[in-house]
């Protein structure tokens, strides 16, 4: 009878790991994954002299149709009064899901926004091995094709504008701001040198949009003097560990980076937001909320436009009614 302990101990072990392991799937499905939260940051970036910006940071919204919770939660945001909306791609995740965007973007959409659009704009997702983030980062599988299309006139209609290789000037909240996007480089449709060139020094602010942060964008925006550039696509890591974070970041941006602000070079800030979605094919997010951003830029210190953006507390959860 002693000889079987230490089978009945396994067996013990095991129904706990495993216990632990579904207990730890479900937090992620069905918890964290609909734990929507507002980040608060304050980024010195604007001229001297500059009135303070309030911008709203919007990506990854990954929309389906039924999903009335993050859509309820969405449309409270316009409660937020920004001064301006930046979206930063991969709104949709269904082929029906143009009219659920509008809707939960509401009163957001008579706000001045600017966009670009990420490749779950153009393609709609599918399964793929979760392992090939690891060992090959640069493969892509395409679904079915989405109505961008649809979604663009959704946007131009109301007002937003598509920075999709363009750049513009807009006046916003009394302030001047120089703004010029890329198509995705994630899937190789950035076209850099379509916009490339100094953005205006007299421009209070000057802004650059990418869907994935990817060095090689980010530089081209640092060469050609933007104070800020705003990006998504990481999704955070979505998966991430204890004291460790993102595990990886599915572009080349550095793990460290995967979400919230940083410096890019001397002068040049990078937020990248962690979004608000995930895939249908991995319905999960662990230590790695789904957020939305409110950045308050202000005036950089006169003399020293190299200081640190200033992380702010998170806000409670919107509620969804």
């Not at 129904?15 to 579904?22: E, M, P, S």
């Not at 980024?43 to 993050?70: E, I, N, T, Y």
């Not at 779950?120 to 399964?127: H, I, L």
């Not at 964008?217 to 993102?246: E, S």
Request: contains cysteine.
């Amino acid at each position: 009878m002693p000889a079987a302990q230490p089978l009945t101990v396994l067996k013990r072990a095991t129904a706990v790991g495993l216990g632990t392991t579904a207990a730890g799937i479900g937090y992620a499905a069905l918890i964290e994954r609909n734990a929507f939260t507002l980040r608060d940051l304050t980024m010195p970036v604007l001229a001297p002299g500059s009135s303070p910006l309030r911008v709203l940071h919007l990506s990854d919204l990954h929309m389906r149709p039924g999903q009335r919770r993050k859509q309820a939660w969405l449309r409270e945001l316009a409660g937020l009064n920004p001064d301006l909306v930046v979206n930063t791609g991969d709104n949709l995740a269904h082929p029906k899901a143009v009219p659920a965007v509008v809707q939960a973007l509401g009163d957001l959409l008579g706000v001045p926004g600017v966009f670009v659009f990420g490749s779950n704009d153009y393609f709609g997702p599918r399964m793929k091995n979760p392992a090939h983030y690891l060992v090959k980062p640069g493969h892509r599988i395409y679904g079915e094709p989405l109505p961008w299309q649809d979604l663009r006139a959704a946007f131009t209609e109301r007002g937003w504008l598509d920075l999709t290789h363009t750049r513009t000037e807009l006046d916003v909240a009394g302030l001047r701001i120089a703004a010029a996007g890329v198509d995705d480089p994630h899937i190789g449709r950035d076209r850099y040198d379509t916009i490339a060139g100094p953005a205006s020094a007299a421009a209070d602010l000057r802004l650059g949009l990418t869907h994935s942060p990817e060095p090689r964008v980010l530089d081209r925006f640092a060469a050609d003097g933007y104070q800020l550039v705003l990006a998504g696509h990481t999704h955070g890591g979505q998966l991430c560990l204890p004291f460790y974070g993102a595990i990886v970041t599915n572009c080349g941006l550095d793990r460290s980076r995967a979400k919230g602000p940083s410096h890019w070079g001397s002068t040049m800030r990078l937020h990248v937001s962690a979004g608000l979605g995930t895939s249908p094919y991995a319905p999960v997010r662990f230590c790695c909320r789904p957020e939305a951003t409110l950045l308050t830029l202000i005036a950089a210190p006169t003399g020293d436009a190299d200081v640190a953006a200033t992380r702010g507390r998170s806000q409670p959860t919107v509620s969804a009614r």
